[in-house]
């Protein structure tokens, strides 16, 4: 099955989601179309926000990396456009491929190609983790076991990011592989040598821009910004609905569902992200479906069609090949 049928096929599944949850929680879909405009307008507007500040932070990642000068517009695309992968895979993953390839056309070794899109998640997961474990900590005397759940996905996204760190800054970047130069032969040697190329590529990077404070302040101020509007997305999806929730406790919720939604279950996080804001929030204080149903519209779906739009034209213009990504 080609990459781009798996994803549509992957959008399907998280579409399906929407439609078990609505039949089993008995959603007025009637009640979350009939929202007043100006919400959908806003939270629009939020999600756009979003996805263009995740392009912003990926430019000034790569440009600092690459030392080149890259065009803040075709960044921005490159980053929304891998940014539909992420939405249609299973655990987001896959995004990070697709921003690589981009940065390889733009002629960066694929080591530090790979780095680029690395650090950028990195922060993702430090910062978004860091919200999730206070989450749960905030919740684990009304639900322990989905304040527990959360924690342990958290720490273990940490530590397994902390690890490929501490791998990277330490090691040498190189594997052995003896077993697979003896079982493929010339073919194995040069596969192994490649491998070794990207790794000491992956680390050389990662000495490098690690110890650059300014680009990490700023590349954690954006992060920071990210997540604000992420929790607004919700706080505004709850507000449509005449329920309250502080911008704080909506950040919270969302980065505690997006640690579940981490998990690799299903595409997009699709049913794990819903039913987390969900519990999440009825932890807090009792709310309906509608608002949650809202929030994953206006997070999820309005993101993935951006996305998709910016996707189509990168594959139209020949700058990305996902068969090769």
């Not at 959603?27 to 939270?43: A, C, K, R």
């Not at 780095?115 to 749960?136: K, N, Q, R, T």
Request: net charge positive.
């Amino acid at each position: 099955m080609r990459p781009l049928t798996k994803m549509l096929a992957g959008v399907a599944v998280s579409l399906l989601a929407i439609a078990i949850i609505s039949i089993l929680f008995r959603v007025d879909f009637g009640e979350v179309l009939s929202v007043n405009p100006l919400y959908l307008i806003l939270l629009s507007s939020a999600a756009t926000v979003r996805l263009l500040l995740q392009g912003l932070r990926f430019h000034l990642i790569a440009s600092e990396i690459s030392g080149r000068k890259l065009r803040l517009v075709d960044s921005v695309m490159a980053r929304v456009g891998s940014e539909f992968v992420a939405l249609s895979t299973v655990a987001y993953m896959g995004g990070e491929f697709v921003r690589a390839a981009w940065l390889r056309r733009e002629g960066e070794p694929m080591g530090r190609a790979l780095f680029v899109p690395y650090e950028e998640i990195l922060c993702d997961v430090l910062v978004g983790s860091a919200i999730s474990i206070a989450a749960s900590v905030l919740i684990i005397g009304r639900s322990f076991y989905l304040a527990l759940l959360v924690m342990l996905v958290s720490l273990t996204n940490i530590g397994a990011y902390s690890a490929l760190i501490f791998l990277s800054l330490k090691g040498k970047g190189e594997v052995g592989l003896g077993w697979l130069r003896r079982l493929m032969g010339r073919r194995g040697e040069a596969l192994v040598e490649r491998l070794n190329e990207v790794l000491k590529g992956f680390s050389s990077s990662a000495r490098e821009s690690l110890p650059k404070w300014r680009l990490l302040l700023k590349v954690l101020l954006l992060t920071i910004l990210i997540c604000v509007i992420s929790g607004l997305i919700l706080m505004l999806s709850l507000s449509a609905f005449g329920c309250e929730c502080d911008l704080l406790g909506s950040i919270m919720a969302v980065y505690a569902s997006l640690a579940l939604s981490s998990l690799p279950v299903t595409v997009g996080g699709s049913g794990l992200s819903e039913l987390g804001t969900y519990y999440y929030l009825n932890a807090i204080a009792p709310q309906g479906w509608e608002p949650v149903i809202l929030w994953r519209i206006a997070s999820y779906y309005v993101p993935l069609l951006e996305s998709g739009a910016a996707l189509s034209y990168l594959i139209f213009k020949g700058l990305v090949d996902l068969d090769k990504a």
